[in-house]
Nanobody
Framework: VQLQASGGGLVQAGGSLRLSCAAS????????VAWYRRTPGKQREFVAS???????DYADSVKGRFAISRDNAKNTGYLQMNSLKPEDAAVYYC???????WGQGTQVTVSS
């Protein structure tokens, strides 16, 4: 599988970003798509996931602020991030469960 994450950038606290994860070489519609993030010195942590049937799960720290979605026709997953906080700053990675690899990640920076 090849994963291409994009949409990161610099945003002020309270702002929004939408991340995208384009997947190829995989039957995307049958897989769970997830987002993880990592900050320097810390392990990668779970952010959100969405199953093939659309069931979503979120880390407590992002519930009510982030929304995960998918477009199977485009083989793409999304993470809408609202009300961003400085502690949300990290490199965000998408992951297709059941496959190897993480892709290159996309940097999110939140200024206070």
């Amino acid at each position: 599988v090849q994963l291409q994450a994009s949409g990161g950038g610099l945003v002020q606290a309270g702002g929004s970003l939408r991340l995208s994860c384009a997947a190829s070489r995989i039957i995307f519609s049958t897989k769970t798509v997830a987002w993880y993030r990592r900050t320097p010195g810390k392990q990668r942590e779970f952010v959100a996931s969405i199953t093939s049937t659309g069931s979503a799960d979120y880390a407590d720290s992002v519930k009510g602020r982030f929304a995960i979605s998918r477009d199977n026709a485009k083989n793409t997953g999304y993470l809408q991030m609202n009300s961003l906080k400085p502690e949300d700053a990290a490199v965000y990675y998408c992951k297709i469960y059941g496959t190897n690899g993480w892709g290159q990640g996309t940097q999110v920076t939140v200024s206070s």
